[in-house]
């Protein structure tokens, strides 16, 4: 058999004053994107997405509300024959692997379509051969290489502590999805005090990033980890508050309440979303959206891992499966994250225009998750990291003293509507 012909690229352009690389054209070393809807297989891509999007339109239609089928599905349990207290805890089974598996699909997915974002934003292909359509299985491959990997503690390494840490970084996660809405009346527990729960547990998994940092036996996984402490203590303040002023809108804690309060339109086509009230809306969008980055530990804000300096940071010394969980407590409050922009802002299950009501709100709700999810990735590949100092500077001294300011702004418009000139 003859060998495959090389492919030869072009050289690259060089700046004769300085020797540097030009900036020419973006699409060095090859020129496939540069038109490349002439591409049919950039066309068939297209034409899957489409098909795609269509297939989960048509699913929503023929499958409707998915909280109905929850109820069914209850009814039918009473229904077998079992006493009620067996079938309230096979329920609460029932709804705990529905939330550990939307938590592994999400990290499956989120990955790849991270690698797929980047791949795209660097004039590149990513993952195009595991599985057939676009490298589709390249994850669950990763998956497979991570269970079989061995499992290695460092010598040096606290054994106990060593262990314990990445299920103490993720089991709160795992929690906080409790009260999330998925759709209208569609999650595992309904809770008044649904928000204060989310962010009570959410805090949680700063001790499993301490916890890994410090049993490492490794100076640069304990700076990792006491970087980690600093940001995402420091981090929680604003993000807290850049929601207080849709606390004051709803007038509740309850994420379904917050979800209703939502629901309308102005004008008969303008959404009531709290992200379109004017001024507070915006900045309480932002802030949130940009503490989530950094509890995250997102780039620009992803100080503890900071590979130019602390290698990996606090998940140096470990592997295998180990490993693979910190990344899925990563994805999963991203996941968290977006659902919560959407809740609080973007109307949750509510449709963006009146003559679109009749699509399920799940998959309303999945898609400006879905939008938020790759606003994160989005950020990764756009701006750079920031210095220590530059981090906790922009925190103490921009997000939360604006954060208070908004919060007084909000305090105006709930004044305002009170006297009759609100927005409601």
């Known amino acids: 058999m003859t060998a495959p012909e090389k492919q030869v690229f072009p050289g690259p352009v060089l700046n004769h004053h300085s020797g540097k690389l030009l900036i020419g054209t973006r699409y060095w070393p090859t020129e496939i994107w540069r038109r490349p809807w002439s591409l049919p297989r950039y066309r068939a891509g297209a034409l899957w997405l489409v098909g795609i999007i269509l297939g989960i339109a048509a699913i929503g239609f023929g499958i409707g509300e998915l909280a109905v089928w929850g109820e069914k599905i209850l009814v039918w349990l009473g229904r077998c024959g079992l006493p009620a207290p067996a079938v309230a805890w096979v329920w609460v089974l029932i ?4 939330v550990i598996g939307v ?4 990290g499956l997915w989120a990955v790849w379509w991270e690698r797929k974002i980047s791949a795209h934003i660097q004039s590149r292909m990513g993952p195009m051969y595991a599985g057939g359509f676009h490298g589709w299985a390249q994850t669950i491959f990763d998956t497979i290489k991570l269970l079989l990997k061995e499992d290695v503690t460092p010598a040096a390494a606290d054994q106990a502590m060593h262990l314990l840490a990445p299920i103490v970084a993720i089991a709160p996660c795992i929690i906080a999805f409790a009260p999330v809405l998925f759709g209208n009346e569609l999650a595992a527990a309904k809770l008044d005090m649904g928000v204060l729960y989310i962010f009570a547990f959410a805090s949680i998994s700063v001790i499993g990033v301490v916890m890994a940092g410090w049993a490492s036996g490794n100076k640069y996984s304990l700076l990792g980890g006491l970087r980690a402490a600093a940001q995402i203590v420091s981090y929680e303040l604003p993000r807290g508050f850049s929601i207080v002023p849709v606390l004051m809108f709803a007038g509740s804690l309850d994420l379904a309440v917050i979800d209703r309060a939502q629901a309308g339109y102005w004008m008969g086509c303008i959404p009531r979303w709290f992200v ?15 503490a989530s980055v950094a509890e995250t530990n997102r780039t620009p804000f992803d100080i503890p891992e900071a590979e130019s300096e602390l290698v990996a940071g606090f998940h140096t010394e470990f592997s295998g499966m180990k490993w693979s969980m910190f990344f899925l407590m990563e994805y999963g409050y991203v996941l968290l994250s977006s659902f919560l922009l959407a809740v609080f802002f973007l109307g949750g299950g509510a ?3 009146p003559w679109l009501v009749g699509i399920p709100s799940w998959i309303w709700m999945l898609s400006k998750a879905m939008l938020m999810m790759f606003v994160f990735l989005w950020f990764r590949w756009t701006f750079p990291r920031l210095r220590v100092d530059q981090l906790m500077d922009f ?12 919060i007084g702004l909000a305090g105006v418009l709930v004044y305002l509507h009170l006297r009759g000139w609100g927005l409601r």
């Open 351 to 353: 449709s963006p225009l």
């Open 395 to 406: 925190n103490w001294k921009f997000l939360l003293p604006w954060s208070f300011a908004n």
């Open 95 to 98: 709804k705990l692997c529905c």
């Open 103 to 106: 938590i592994v699909a999400n």
């Open 276 to 290: 379109f009230y004017p001024v507070v809306g915006q900045i309480a969008f932002l802030f949130f959206l940009i």
